[in-house]
Every structure is written in C-alpha cells, then in structure tokens.
C-alpha cells in the first residue's frame, strides 16, 4: 500500500473509533464550530494544539505558520484573527511558542535561507530590540529560549495590535490574549504570565480611537 493509503486507513479506525464512542459526535460537529479558542502556534509537526490540550476537533480555531508569527502583512492570519474575534467571537487567543523551534534558531544564524529570509528578519528585530538581556554568560540554549519567550511576547502584542481585536475590546467583548511556550521535552505548556483583556495594556500609539 502507497503512504495516502496508509492515512486513508488510519482516518477510516479514526473515525469508526469516535462513532463507536459517540455515535452523535459527527452530526453534531458538523452542525456549526463554537471554540472559545484561537491558538496560533508554530507549523513544527511536534506542537499539535488539538492533542496537547486534550481536547477534540471543534474545540480550538488554530492557525500555525513558522515560529509562530503574527506579522500585519500576512494576509492568511489577520485573516483567521477576524474571522475568530467577529464570527466565532472566542474569548482567548492563545500565541504559543516552543523550544527548540527551528525558525528561532535559523533567525539567529548569520546566513541566507533564500525565500524564508524576510520571514526571519521579523525574529532578529525582536533580538536586536531586546539585546540587552542577552548576556554574554548565558549558553546557546538560554540564549535560544529567551528569545522564544520574547517572540511569544511580541506577537501576542501583535495580536492586540489588530484592528479587530481593539474594535472587539471598544465593544465589549469578552477576548484575552495569551502568550505560552511548549516543551517538546516534556509535553509541557509555561504561562508567560501575560494576559491582554483592553486597550489600557498596550502603548497607545497602537490605539485605534
């Protein structure tokens, strides 16, 4: 059998396994979506939202790309952001990074990856922002999980950044922003600690009214 095949068949005991434990499971997804949640995570095949929360398909909204990026040009995610906040009307975006993540560790080499680079260069803003909290001490794994922790930061404020997302918070909405780091380590999810509910936390040359 070819490799589809093999998938094929994997999805069809999928399938008959959830049927079999909830024969009204299908109709009933299929009936309309309702998550409370967007998570936007890296593209990296380790990090499945779905799995690691432990949680089933309908739940969470999810868009990934590499190294987790919320950058206003990319079409595709302020995209999933506004269809999230006006239609689905979640009430927590979930910005999820990880360590050991191959766009970190790419942005931080001085090198070329052709058409990736411009991709990257949003990453190395981030460092040279915050360059001062690198030190000189620290090992090519802290200075890697830093910086990991720092891009969640900067694209959860990205998030809040959107016109969508203030738009939401000027009306009332219930919606938070949140920044997490995976361990692939150790199936681990770190609360960055930060949570975004209103205009007040963010700097108010990125308000829209």
């Known amino acids: 059998m070819s490799l589809l095949d093999d998938l094929l ?5 999928w399938a008959t396994k959830i049927s079999q434990e909830d024969p ?7 009936e309309q979506q309702s998550p409370d949640y967007l998570w ?6 380790r990090v499945p939202a779905i799995q690691l929360l432990g949680m089933m398909p309908g739940d969470i909204f999810v868009h990934r790309n590499i190294a987790n ?3 206003h040009t990319d079409l595709s ?3 999933v952001i506004k269809y999230a906040v006006d239609v689905l009307k979640v009430k927590h975006i979930i910005v999820t990074g990880h360590y050991d993540c191959g766009g970190i560790k790419a942005a931080m080499q001085k090198q070329s990856f052709d058409l990736i680079d411009g991709w990257l260069r949003n990453i190395k803003d981030i460092y040279v922002k915050y360059s001062d909290t690198f030190s000189d001490q620290m090992t090519d794994k802290q200075r890697l999980d830093h910086l990991t922790e720092l891009n ?9 950044h959107t016109t969508c997302v203030q738009e939401a918070w000027a009306k009332g909405q219930e919606l938070t922003v949140h920044g997490l780091v995976y361990s692939v380590e150790d199936g681990r999810l770190k609360d960055l600690k930060m949570n975004f509910d209103n205009l007040d936390k963010i700097n108010d040359l990125y308000h829209i009214r």
């Open 69 to 71: 990026l919320v950058v």
């Open 152 to 160: 969640v930061v900067e694209q959860a404020k990205n998030v809040c």
């Open 40 to 45: 936007i995570g890296c593209s990296d095949s």
């Open 77 to 79: 995610c302020m995209s």
């Open 9 to 13: 068949k994997n999805n069809e005991e």
């Open 24 to 30: 009204t499971f299908f109709s009933q997804l299929a």
